[in-house]
Structure formats: structure tokens, C-alpha cells
């Protein structure tokens, strides 16, 4: 005869450890900061396109820091072990998060460029400071979204 | 999907492993499995090898410098199984509910001392 409280232990079990994989999920802090400093970069671009000169070429920027994503995020995998699916953005949690990026990246740029348009330099820091702090926000509300989903079991059971 | 226990995935190693690998990640590595399953290196080894013979699990192995690194990631024939035996599982788990329910709701009067205290659903072979 099976043992059926073996059994109901082993799925009690399996929620205990699957918390516990989750749990592994968190930023480490060169992460973090990586992730500040490119946010802060990015926020930085509308000062940029203002009081640089034309002839300074964007894309060496660009390359540089997707280059640091993939670094950022090879590291990310190594330092947790687990690597995501991209399918968690494709999920309605996921999604909405990935959404709130955007728009909080639109909403802020848009708003540098109005203020810088019209002198208001040190409000257009303190909305790109703002925007930073949002992005950071959603960064680990992203993470959370991942980290719920691996204690949830993934859809299985 | 049939609810259906799989013997493979049936010890609670093994069912460990694949829920795990099941819930959500691409890829988990050996440590991280490890440590989340509360396992030791030498268990985990010898039954992710039973797992991957069935074709239940995919291994890559690869090295950081020195240090070699498996990874491990639930094959879709192991998550069909996985999730086959979960539900049989759950349906164990409710049957279970159900019978202690009809039992207390049938619990004798003390006085009564014929009735049984307890009693399986027909599911689990009672009566």
C-alpha cells in the first residue's frame, strides 16, 4: 500500500523548496549598481543631445552598454544559477512590468527634453534622478514577478 | 493532461529535482539544485543520471576557469510526466481532505464503539 501521508508531505515539501530556489533570486549588489549607472546613463542622453557636439557618435555608446547588459546578465545567472526564460515577459505580469519600463523611460525623457527645452536644468535632473529611482523600482518588480513565479511552481501544480 | 503517477518521478528525490526544474527556470545549475532540494552533491549526481536516461532531464556541462559547472533543464517529455504525477498527487491530497472530512462528519458518538474512527476514500481502498 502506498503511504499516502509520505505523499501529501512530498508536495509540502516541494513548495518549502521551491521557496527556497526562489529565495536565490535576488539582485547582488554590482547588479545593482550596474543597472543604476546605465539607467542614469540613459537619463543622461537628452542633457547629452542638448550641449554635446553633433559630431560625437551615439553608437559606441550603445554598443558599450549592451555589451554591460550581457555581462550584467551572464553574471546575474552565474552568481544565482538560475536562468529565466525570456517567456516571463510574455506573461501578464511579467508584461506589465516590462510595459511600466517603457513608459516610465518615455514619460521621463520626454519631460528632460521639455524642461531642458526651457532652461529648467535643475528640474530636468531631478526627473532624471526620479526616472532612475522608477527604473531601479520596476528592475526588482521584475524580479519579484520571477521570483513569485518560481515559489507558484511555473503553472505546474 | 492524465493524472497518473510515474514511478520514475514517484521518490521524493527525484519528484524534487523535476518540480524544481519545472517551476519556471530555463536552466538551474548543480549547486543551486543542490541546495534548494537540501541534497547532497553525490544524491543529486547518481539520480539526474537515472532522470536523463529516461530523458526526463537535459545536462550541459561547462567550466568557469577551473570550475565545472552542470546545468539542468526539465525536458518536455519530463515535464508531461512531472505534471501527469502532480495531479495524481492532488487528487491523492483532496481525496485525502475529503475522506477526514466524511470521517469527522461520521465520527460515533463515544458511546458507539463499533464504528470505525477513521475511514479512506474509496480512492485510496477504503471502504
Redo the contacts between chains.
Keep these: 500500500m502506498r503511504d499516502v501521508a509520505a505523499d501529501q508531505e512530498a508536495l509540502k515539501l516541494l513548495r518549502v523548496q521551491r521557496a527556497r530556489l526562489a529565495d536565490r533570486l535576488r539582485l547582488p549588489w554590482w547588479y545593482q549598481s550596474g543597472a543604476a549607472i546605465l539607467w542614469a546613463l540613459v537619463f543622461a542622453a537628452p542633457f547629452s543631445s542638448r550641449y554635446l557636439p553633433h559630431r560625437v557618435p551615439l553608437w559606441p555608446f550603445l554598443l558599450a552598454a549592451l555589451a554591460l547588459v550581457c555581462l550584467m546578465q551572464w553574471g546575474l545567472t552565474r552568481a544565482t544559477g538560475i536562468k529565466l526564460p525570456w517567456r516571463n515577459l510574455r506573461h501578464r505580469p511579467g508584461r506589465r512590468v516590462g510595459i511600466a519600463i517603457l513608459v516610465a523611460w518615455f514619460a521621463a525623457a520626454e519631460t528632460e527634453f521639455l524642461l531642458i527645452d526651457h532652461a529648467l536644468i535643475v528640474a530636468a535632473i531631478v526627473v532624471a534622478a526620479g526616472g532612475v529611482v522608477a527604473e531601479m523600482a520596476l528592475l526588482q518588480a521584475a524580479l519579484g514577478v520571477s521570483r513569485r513565479e518560481l515559489r507558484g511552481g511555473g503553472g505546474v501544480a | 493532461m492524465t493524472a497518473k503517477p510515474d514511478p520514475l518521478i514517484h521518490p521524493?528525490t527525484r519528484?524534487?529535482i523535476c518540480?524544481?526544474l519545472?517551476?519556471?527556470?530555463?536552466?538551474?545549475?548543480?549547486?543551486?539544485?543542490r541546495?534548494?532540494?537540501?541534497i547532497s552533491d553525490s544524491v543529486l549526481s547518481k539520480q539526474s543520471r537515472v532522470l536523463e536516461d529516461a530523458g526526463y532531464l537535459e545536462v550541459r556541462k561547462g567550466a568557469?576557469g577551473r570550475r565545472p559547472r552542470t546545468?539542468f533543464r526539465l525536458t518536455a517529455a519530463g515535464?508531461q510526466a512531472?505534471?501527469g504525477h502532480?495531479?495524481w498527487?492532488?487528487e491523492?491530497?483532496e481525496a485525502?481532505s475529503a475522506g477526514a472530512g466524511q470521517a469527522r462528519r461520521a465520527e460515533p458518538h463515544p458511546d458507539d464503539v463499533d464504528q470505525p474512527r477513521h475511514a479512506?476514500p474509496p480512492a485510496?481502498?477504503g471502504g
Design positions: 521524493i519528484l524534487s518540480g524544481l519545472a517551476a519556471g527556470a530555463d536552466w538551474v545549475e548543480f549547486a543551486a539544485l541546495d534548494a532540494a537540501a568557469v546545468w515535464r512531472l505534471e502532480l495531479a498527487l492532488a491523492l491530497e485525502v479512506l485510496l481502498g
